[in-house]
């Protein structure tokens, strides 16, 4: 096909393209030159050193004594306190912690009794959304995806705040508090929406429960029977958990605190957070890895053939499988090295609901992931220190829970609402300094021409 038997709008277009890519184009390798920290990284992988919490801390290697990365088992801390203490307590005394989790990230000390039943009653208090915002916000304009719609809800709770500009301390923490009771509420509404005009299937609207926790609630809401097992309900919960935080330097906690160092509202900055936690290359993953995960299937006989299974996976690497990208979903990541402790966390307590809901296979072949990958990633690239991430187990834990493909990252965005406020509060009562960093101008200097001049 020839231009001219293009459609005008097509010509058009590859006109602009090529216009803006013969004037914008920069090679990487000046880059390296200039020594600029492309992605905020420095020449090892490591984050580039931006700020300071008392938030969160992430640990996935030592360093050592001439600055080398020396893997090591990942640790993931809240405040001082190390996630798998709360895996354990959750288990060992067979409670939600995701509330205990949100008071400790927000305030900085895990609560007494009396504190977290006084916090589970508040949320429940605004678990139900402000009068009229369904019918308004939600219900006359669906939305095929539910991370924009979940964002453009957020930012409609601003006109519904008498105070939505106030940065003190006080009116922060009150929009915090609503923002982890009612996005829940608010996602699985969006979702009954998105069934009903989308999907052209029933939609039905829940009120929340009394005594509920969260996971408990977003199950009851989200089933049409409102039925579900303890044993769910807990490993959802920890799910919530192990997800609530992960550092400053994650790309939706430092875009929350990047709009937050303007002075802008709080409605604007999780906004932000969650339209970054909606790329694929961060929040969007698990849902990459369930796609995977269904392609390794349809290219491998025996599932339960680790030389075959390894194969395919160099395959993937070698872009020669999978979505062509080369990319094994659910391997790797930026600061982990041996261990993620949330991949180790999900995939010890995951096992026995894929036992019991006919998912062993699945698990089992994610477990094999889990233990090539490395060997690949070594074998193709010479990289040993490649571990698993947090993604290649959720996704298949959403599922096994009966939940839509739909709310797997929307899943994640309500995890992450305790961790982005507490970034947020830290960043504009104690930072109080707008985030600019720079870049380096490489585009050539021309003088004015009259349109007449133009050719």
Known sequence: ?????????????????????????????????????????????????????????????????????IPAPGRLIYRGVDVRELAQEAYDKDRFMYEEVAWLLLFGSLPNQEELKEFQRILYKHRELPAGFVEDMIMKAPSPNIMNKMSRSVLSLYSYDADPENPALDNQLMQAINLIAGLPTIMVNAYQLKRRVYDHQSMYFHMPTEGQSTAEHILSTYRADQKFTHEEAKLLDLCLMLHADHGGGNNSAFACRVLSSSGTDTYAAISAAIGSLKGPKHGGANLKVMEQLECIKKGVENYRDEQEVKEFLRR????????????????????????????????????????????????????????????????????????????????????????????????????????????????????????????????????????????
């Open 1 to 69: 096909m020839n231009e001219k038997s293009l459609p005008l709008n097509q010509i058009s277009m590859k006109f602009l393209c090529d216009e803006y890519v013969k004037n914008n184009y920069i090679d990487p390798e000046i880059s390296e030159r200039l020594g600029v920290k492309r992605g905020l990284r420095n020449p090892d992988g490591t984050g580039v050193l931006a700020g300071l919490t008392n938030i969160c801390d992430v640990v996935g290697y030592d360093k050592g004594p001439n600055g080398e990365i």
């Open 316 to 455: 993937i690497m070698r872009k020669q499988a999978g979505d062509g990208t080369g990319l094994i979903y659910g391997m790797g990541h930026a600061v982990y090295t041996v261990s993620d402790p949330r991949a180790v966390l999900l995939r010890e307590r995951a096992e026995n609901l894929a036992m019991e809901k006919g998912f062993e296979e699945d698990f089992h072949l994610l477990c094999l992931v889990e233990k090539l990958g490395p060997q690949v990633f070594a074998e193709e690239k010479g990289r040993k220190a490649v571990c698993a991430n947090v993604d290649l187990y959720s996704g298949l834990i959403y599922k096994m829970l009966g939940i839509s493909e739909d709310l797997f990252t929307p899943l994640f965005a309500i995890s992450r609402i305790p961790g982005w406020c507490a970034h947020r509060m830290e960043e504009v009562v104690f930072a109080n300094r707008i985030i600019r960093p720079a870049y380096k101008y490489l585009g050539v200097t021309q003088k004015y021409k009259t349109l007449e001049e133009r050719k």
